[in-house]
């Protein structure tokens, strides 16, 4: 993987010299998330989500649709994560359009897709204390991709039992000290003022009701906070002997909680598809009313997860 991830980034990097289409994702990217982003660490940043992102694609196949074959078409059909357009948008353009590279994917395509992932898996956790494998080989991965890259910039694996503890100590504190009596499961709503502008391009103030307790990571990375809050509510939901509602929580009163911010496209990617297989591992199905035909279901009637590509420390 680390050997691709290398060898792709010196190909996007020569495409980018001569694609007006990539040289527009990089504009965007320097207007709106990294404004000295260079033309080098553009080509990291797509190298290693295709990567990694297809590596995850793999793990969300083997966990959904097994008799689904691994090829670039029902990548895009099937395993990627269809709450997000634009990383949907994103592999299908790369996939399809980026000459000079395809040779590669494929190459990477057909290793992930005879991979024993059954048994690699089988052994995974039993020395992390974790049981997160796309968190986990993240690590891995960059380790021997770009190891000073993972020590710049804080790229560590938070174990498990201290993110069940954050968990558990910030409902106990919504419930004792805020006299939240459901905690995290809390899904009362408030009115709140905002402003919208109209047609005129005049603002105006409209009330709108929001939940009262909205849960926010800021710097989300993979998606481990967010999917552990989901596994709390789901099991404290099954004592409580609600789990009959869950569907109509998850979709009513749970997605539209959950907000994360990420700056890092590998780590943003992943936590869209950590969060899909943690809603599935429930028994939810974030693409039940979706209307699938074609390769281009990403537009239509998808429920889109609030975690965000963007820099939290920014206005």
Known sequence: MAGKARLLKEKIYEALQIDDRLQKHLK??????????????????????????????RINQQEQYNIKEFNKANIIEYFLPKSNPFLC??????????????WILDDLINLYS????????SYYGSNTKTNDPIIYFYETFLSKYNPEERKKLGIWYTPKPIVDFMVR????VLKHDFNLRDGLLDSSKINIETQEEDEKGKIKKTQKSV?????LDPATGTGTFLAEVVRYIYSN??????IGRWQNYV???????????ELLMVSYTIAHLKL??????????????????NSYYINHNSERLNIYLTDSLTE
Not at 169 to 172: L, S, V
Not at 251 to 261: A, E, Q, S, T, V
Request: no cysteine; proline share 1%.
């Open 28 to 57: 965007y990217f320097k207007d709106n998330l990294l404004n000295n982003i260079s033309d080098e660490q553009f080509s990291d940043l797509y190298s290693q989500t295709l990567v990694y992102g297809l590596f995850s694609a």
């Open 89 to 102: 948008n994103l592999f299908e353009f790369i996939l399809k359009n980026i000459s000079g590279i395809s």
């Open 114 to 121: 005879h991979t024993n992932l059954s048994e690699i898996l």
């Open 169 to 172: 100590g910030i409902d106990y």
């Open 211 to 215: 939940h009262k307790l909205q849960i």
């Open 237 to 242: 939901m099954q004592q409580q002997g609600q």
């Open 251 to 261: 979709k009513d009163h749970l997605i539209p909680r959950l907000n994360g911010f």
């Open 276 to 293: 899909e297989l943690v809603l599935r591992e429930t028994g939810y199905n974030i693409n039940k009313n979706s209307n699938v035909s």
